[in-house]
């Protein structure tokens, strides 16, 4: 059992920064990757970014790459996404997650990989 709650969500200007953070609790030691999804009212889940848990090895979403940044403390079982140059588009629930299953492309992009998820917190980025 793993838990995970994020926080760090709230209102920005466009163009603004932001830092979320998640941290994860309970049986963490089968973790291979964490990963950032999000979903916006009337949109499919999108995937965000992930970060391969013991090698740090990070994958973007195309709409997010350069402007995001997806990092852990390994020790503190604690992922972060701090997002700059913030746009209305990057509204949303997001949601952190982590996988218990090998992706052997290193990327885990695939939603189906990620076995536990936090409650979402909420990113609103005004115009």
């Known amino acids: 059992q793993v838990q995970l709650v994020e926080s760090g969500g709230g209102l920005v200007q466009a163009g603004g920064s932001l830092r979320l953070s998640c941290v994860a609790s309970?049986?963490?030691?089968?973790?291979?990757?964490m990963g950032w999804f999000r979903q916006a009212p009337g949109k499919e889940r999108e995937f965000v970014a992930s970060i391969n848990w013991h090698s740090g090895r990070t994958t973007y979403g195309e709409s997010v790459k350069g402007r995001f940044t997806i990092s852990r403390d390994y020790l503190k079982n604690t992922v972060y996404l701090q997002m700059n140059s913030l746009k209305p588009e990057d509204t949303a629930v997001y949601y952190c997650?982590?996988?218990?299953?090998?992706?052997?492309?290193?990327?885990?992009?695939?939603?189906?990989?990620?076995?536990?998820w936090g409650q979402g917190t909420q990113v609103t980025v005004s115009s």
């Open positions: 309970g049986r963490t030691f089968s973790s291979y990757a």
């Open positions: 997650a982590t996988s218990a299953v090998v992706d052997y492309s290193g990327s885990y992009l695939q939603g189906a990989l990620y076995k536990y």
